[in-house]
């Protein structure tokens, strides 16, 4: 089983990293073969961890081997990242974790590889100094591709160094209350009740709850009564921020899988809510989230900027724009995005945004309300695409965020536990 668990770990960071698959489509199908949940858990361990180090795993293999491991044989090249990730990383013993690296060598169709990988491992466990970075590039000391790094050194001469510390470390489990179900205090008595540490640190934001320690959250109170959705506290203040008012007509134009959505029916259940998302397969996750919270909207499968598929002619009070974008803001809980995204894609990425910003403000009403939002911390997807949208649209102007009293808000990874987000509200003049 050991040995079954390294191989996945290998193939599934191969398929990420040389076939562009995204860790949260292959690592649910290996983890699918594993039937015990502490398996499981282990093999996301190992795949974030190299997907987090993969420069320094590599920096190390160049110093003992003479060349990578090409073609068929790649596979058997994250293997060694993997077993030398569990050596410097995890807390398994040693003997165990090179011989269960070797022994899944085989499984990988390695057996003539055995010798190398076992001397590869057992060089790393005696020599520490491998682990010294100091001298190396920005990419390996940080883990991060370079063009990153040369976007957020420019854009946060101050903070770049925290973004990139801040996007190695485990993000924590935050809960959004569903306050149609249960009150945020009864909710925290529960889980005291239960021997669960939590916490709940936005007074302006009572339903959003901080548990001390991850788990299972099946295990949580009122896991099947729908008393919670998991979400990060930094996307619970998009409904907060667009603020719904009882039965309102409200779009929520990029929807899938419907985080925000259920937030905002949580706020005002009489809503007459459309969520739309052109990608219908993600789009049934918003069914689905609905069903369990108990909560009802138009789901509509249609691209927004083709509006005379779907739209019905009435406008919109508010509307939420949680657009397409980079994901750079949430790499500490998706560590692969930081090798899928290229710099190569930022830039149509703006230009969609562009789009369906000037799209969705001609379906608001005078007098409304539009919340554009990204899960980005680069410039040209926030503030820079805010500009360019201002300085053409004469009746658009930036409202205050409510309680922080400022025009936008970009957090940063990290920034009070929170993913990183962006956030400007819109004012359409009457
Ligand atoms: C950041 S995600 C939305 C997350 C969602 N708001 C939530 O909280 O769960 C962006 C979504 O935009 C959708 N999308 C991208 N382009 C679109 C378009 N032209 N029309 C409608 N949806 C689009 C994608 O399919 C994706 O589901």
């Known amino acids: 089983m050991s040995a079954q668990l390294r191989a996945l770990a290998a193939e599934i960071c191969y398929q990420v990293i040389d076939q562009g698959k995204s860790l949260s489509e292959a690592l649910p199908k290996?983890?699918?073969?594993?039937?015990?949940?502490p398996d499981k858990a282990l093999l996301q361990e190992i795949c974030f961890g190299v997907m987090r180090q993969l420069p320094q795993l590599e920096t190390v293999c160049q110093q003992l081997m003479d060349k990578p491991l090409i073609k068929q044989l790649r596979p058997l090249q994250f293997l060694i990242y993997v077993g030398i990730y569990q050596l410097k990383f995890l807390r398994i013993p040693d003997h165990a974790a090179i011989s269960e690296t070797v022994e899944a060598a085989r499984l990988l169709k390695g057996q003539n590889l055995t010798k190398l990988i076992n001397a590869v491992l057992r060089n790393v466990q005696r020599k520490p100094e491998l682990f010294d970075f100091c001298q190396a590039s920005s990419a390996v000391q940080f883990n991060h591709p370079g063009w990153l790094i040369n976007e957020l050194q420019q854009a946060y001469p101050e903070q770049w160094q925290t973004i990139f510390t801040a996007n190695q470390q485990k993000a924590p489990l935050w809960l959004?209350?569903?306050?149609?179900?249960?009150?945020?205090?009864?909710?925290l008595k529960a889980l005291d009740e239960a021997g669960i540490a939590a916490s709940q640190p936005f007074a302006y934001l009572p339903v959003a709850i901080k548990l001390e320690q991850a788990c299972d959250i099946t295990t949580l109170p009122g896991y099947a009564e729908?008393?919670?959705?998991?979400?990060?506290?930094?996307?619970q203040h998009a409904a907060f921020f667009l603020a719904p008012q009882a039965s309102e007509r409200v779009l929520d134009a990029c929807s899938?899988?419907?985080?925000k959505t259920c937030h905002l029916l949580e706020l005002a259940p009489a809503l007459q809510l459309t969520a739309l998302d052109r990608d219908a397969t993600r789009l049934q996750r918003v069914t689905e989230n609905l069903e369990r919270l108990k909560l009802s909207a138009r789901v509509v499968a249609a691209d927004v900027l083709d509006t005379a598929s779907w739209w019905q002619g009435e406008l919109f009070d508010r509307i939420l724009l949680d657009v397409p974008c980079s994901a750079t803001g949430v790499i500490r809980r998706h560590p692969d995005i930081r090798w899928l995204r290229k710099k190569t894609d930022i830039a149509p990425l703006t230009v969609l945004q562009q789009q369906i910003l000037q799209c969705a403000w001609q379906l608001l009403k005078p007098g409304g309300t539009l919340l554009y939002a990204t899960c980005s911390v680069l410039p040209a997807e926030n503030s820079e695409q805010l500009q360019q949208f201002l300085a053409q649209q004469s009746d658009a102007s930036l409202l205050s965020l409510p309680e922080l009293g400022v025009n936008s808000w970009q957090i940063l990874p990290g920034e009070q536990d929170m993913d990183g987000f962006f956030y400007a509200l819109l004012h359409k003049a009457a």
Do not use: E, T
Request: aromatic share 12%.
């Open 30 to 37: 290996g983890q699918q073969k594993l039937p015990f949940a």
């Open 176 to 187: 959004r209350v569903n306050q149609q179900q249960i009150s945020p205090d009864a909710y």
């Open 226 to 235: 729908g008393w919670f959705s998991v979400q990060d506290a930094a996307a």
């Open 256 to 259: 899938a899988p419907g985080g």
